[in-house]
């Protein structure tokens, strides 16, 4: 297409809900720190409860799916950028959907399949078949 054919269409000049070098840097640049920050966090053990950390990481897990949306996908609230309320509720139940499914099936597999106080039976290799 020539340049004639995007003017057309009135695409000439304007970034249309495209994002610049400096938005997708400054997303960069929040992913980054969304994704270190929980990784310190665990490493550090700084908030003492795993259950303290789990949900420290799902809120930051939830801020970069923000993150993501705006900067890297170009959702906004205006109807012409193509983001509407369903959109958001939609995309709002998958996330809670998402994270409350795997915070309950990590929960289960480690109350299910982790011996809980016979940590001898882990080590005697006589049990074993």
Request: glycine fraction near 10%; hydrophobic fraction near 50%; proline fraction near 3%.
């Amino acid at each position: 297409m020539s340049a004639e054919d995007h003017s057309a269409h009135g695409h000439a000049g304007e970034t249309h809900g495209h994002g610049s070098m400096g938005s997708y840097m400054i997303g960069f640049g929040l992913s980054v720190f969304l994704t270190a920050i929980p990784f310190w966090l665990v490493m550090s053990g700084v908030l003492g409860s795993p259950e303290l950390t789990a949900m420290a990481i799902l809120a930051f897990a939830f801020v970069q799916i923000v993150v993501h949306m705006i900067f890297f996908l170009h959702m906004n609230t205006r109807s012409q950028g193509g983001w509407t309320m369903m959109a958001l509720i939609f995309t709002v139940v998958l996330v809670v959907i998402t994270l409350s499914g795997s915070m309950w099936v990590m929960y289960h597999l480690n109350h299910n399949m982790m011996p809980h106080g016979d940590t001898q039976a882990i080590h005697d290799m006589s049990r074993m078949p």
